[in-house]
C-alpha cells in the first residue's frame, strides 16, 4: 500500500507543469469568447438604440406635417400666403411666401432630444376628377440625437367651384356598392373600391380611388364608353358652409294653418307637424306642404306615407336651400338626418335640380343620413342635388334621383336610379372655407441634394 501511494504522488508531480498551461489556455479562450459576446452585445444594443432613434424621428417628422396642416386648415391663408408663428409674440400669424414658393422655415422641440423642422409651399391649382382643387405640400425633418428623417405630404382642398365633381351622377368618399338593378347615368366615384353586382349598371365612368378598383360580378357592366381607370387624386368634398342659416331663414314662413305671415301653403295641415324651437319638420299622411322661401334650416325632416314636401315654382330661378344641421347643434342622437320612406316624396315643380339643393351639416360624433326608400316626385323622379360629405345616402328600390348625390358613403340598392344633369355644374359652395386633407405620402432622403426644400423626395 506504502509503495501504491508513493507512485500515485510521484505521477501526480509529474504532470504539474502540464495543468497550469491548459488552465490559461481554457482562460483565454473563455476570455475571447467573453470579448466577443459582450461585442456583440454592444454592437446589438446600438443598433437597438439607432433603431429607436430612427423611429423617433420619423414619429417627430409626422408631427411636423400634423401641426403644419393643422396650422394651415385654422388660419386659410391664401394661395400665396403663409402660416407662421410670430418671433415677438408667440401667435401665429399670416405671412408672404419666401422667393422660392416656399414658406419660411419653421420648426418646434418636442423634447428628449427631439424636434423638427417643416416647409409648407404656396397653393398650386389642380383640376381632376371633375373638381378644381388646390394643393399644397409639406416637407418635414424629424430630428433625435442627430438621426434624421425626411418627409413629403401632398395635401389637397376642394374650392368648392362647383361643389359637386363635373360629370358623376354619385360620388361616395368610402367605398360604395350599386347592386340589382340599380342604375347610374352620368359617372360614379369612389375613394375606395367600386363594386357593381348582379344587374346593375353604370352609363359612364366608374371610378374607383387612387390604387383601387372596380369590381364587376354577375351581368353588371359599365356602358356608354365608360372605363373603369382609378383616379390620379382622391374625390374631395368641401364640408358644408350653411353660412347663417342656422338663424337667418325662412323657418318662419312654415305655420299651421298658414297665415299671411306664414305663407307656406299645406293641405292636410293637421299631419304637418313643426316645431320651431327644436326645428323638427314631420310629413305624414296625405300631407303636403309647398316651401316658397329660400333658405330653411331644420334638425330633422321626416316624410311619410303619401306626404309631399313641394318646391314651388320659381320662374324667375333661384335654389331652395334645405340644411340639415348637425347633431350637436340640434340635441344629439336622432338628429341631423332626414327620411323619405314609403310614399313619401319631394317633388319638385321645377324641372332644374339646382332650384332644390338639400345639404345635410353632418357629425364626427353622430351617425347622420338621407334616407330614400319607395319614393318617387309626380314624373317619377326627384329633381334635386343632394349634398352630405359627412353623412350616409341610402337610396332603395324605387328611387330616382335627377341631378347628383355627394356624400361619405352612398349605397344604392334595388332599383334606385341617380341620373347626372348638366346644370349641376352650376352650383358652388360659395365658401372661402379650403380644408387641406393627406393625398401623397412620400419618405424622402435624410438631406434634400440641392437647395429645393422638396428635392430627394
Not at 17 to 29: D, E, K
Not at 164 to 176: C, E, H, M, T, W
Not at 289 to 306: A, H, K, M, P, Q
Not at 313 to 333: L, M, Q, S, T
Amino acid at each position: 500500500m506504502r509503495r501504491l501511494a508513493e507512485s500515485l504522488r510521484s505521477r501526480l508531480r509529474d504532470q504539474g507543469g502540464f495543468a497550469l498551461p491548459t488552465s490559461l489556455a481554457v482562460l483565454i479562450v473563455v476570455g475571447g469568447l467573453a470579448t466577443v459576446t459582450a461585442r456583440a452585445a454592444i454592437g446589438g444594443e446600438s443598433q437597438s438604440l439607432r433603431d429607436r432613434h430612427v423611429k423617433m424621428a420619423l414619429s417627430a417628422a409626422n408631427a411636423g406635417l400634423s401641426a403644419a396642416m393643422y396650422r394651415t386648415n385654422l388660419l386659410q391663408p391664401g394661395a400665396v400666403q403663409c402660416v407662421v408663428q410670430s418671433t415677438t409674440t408667440g401667435a401665429f400669424v399670416l405671412s408672404a411666401l419666401e422667393a422660392d414658393g416656399w414658406c419660411r422655415e419653421q420648426g418646434e422641440d418636442l423634447g428628449e432630444g427631439a424636434s423638427f423642422t417643416m416647409r409648407v409651399s404656396g397653393a398650386v391649382p389642380l383640376h381632376v376628377n371633375g373638381q378644381a382643387l388646390t394643393q399644397r405640400s409639406i416637407v418635414s425633418t424629424g430630428i433625435v440625437n442627430g438621426v434624421r428623417r425626411r418627409l413629403l405630404l401632398k395635401t389637397n382642398a376642394a374650392t368648392g367651384e362647383p361643389i359637386f365633381p363635373n360629370g358623376y351622377a354619385a360620388v361616395s368618399l368610402d367605398p360604395v356598392t350599386v347592386s340589382n338593378s340599380a342604375q347610374i347615368t352620368g359617372g360614379i366615384g369612389s375613394n375606395g373600391n367600386v363594386y357593381l353586382r348582379n344587374s346593375a349598371q353604370v352609363c359612364g365612368n366608374a371610378t374607383p380611388g387612387p390604387g383601387k378598383v372596380v369590381e364587376i360580378r354577375n351581368s353588371a357592366s359599365v356602358v356608354c364608353a365608360g372605363n373603369t381607370l382609378p383616379a390620379q387624386e382622391s374625390f374631395n368634398l368641401q364640408p358644408v358652409d350653411q353660412g347663417n342659416a342656422r338663424t337667418v331663414n325662412d323657418n318662419s314662413r312654415i305655420g299651421n294653418p298658414p297665415s299671411s305671415t306664414q305663407p307656406d301653403p299645406c293641405s292636410d295641415c293637421g299631419s304637418v307637424s313643426w316645431n320651431p324651437t327644436t326645428r323638427r319638420l314631420r310629413l305624414s299622411n296625405s300631407a303636403t306642404l309647398t316651401l316658397g322661401g329660400n333658405v330653411y334650416s331644420f334638425c330633422r325632416l321626416d316624410i311619410e306615407n303619401t306626404a309631399q314636401l313641394k318646391i314651388a315654382a320659381r320662374p324667375f330661378g333661384g335654389a331652395v336651400r334645405v340644411y340639415i344641421d348637425a347633431p350637436e347643434a340640434c340635441g344629439g342622437a336622432g338628429t341631423g338626418s332626414v327620411s323619405v320612406r314609403n310614399t313619401g316624396t319631394i317633388v319638385n315643380l321645377n324641372p332644374d335640380p339646382t332650384t332644390m339643393q338639400l345639404y345635410l351639416v353632418g357629425s364626427a360624433t353622430y351617425p347622420t343620413s338621407a334616407t330614400f326608400e319607395n319614393s318617387a316626385g309626380l314624373s317619377g323622379e326627384l329633381v334635386m342635388a343632394l349634398y352630405a360629405p359627412s353623412s350616409t345616402v341610402r337610396l332603395q328600390n324605387s328611387v330616382h334621383i335627377t341631378g347628383a348625390v355627394a356624400a361619405k358613403q352612398v349605397e344604392i340598392q334595388n332599383s334606385a336610379r341617380i341620373t347626372w344633369h348638366e346644370s349641376i355644374g352650376e352650383i358652388t359652395s360659395g365658401s372661402p372655407v379650403r380644408l387641406f386633407k393627406p393625398e401623397h405620402y412620400i419618405e424622402c432622403t435624410a438631406v434634400p441634394p440641392t437647395a429645393a426644400p422638396n428635392s430627394g423626395c
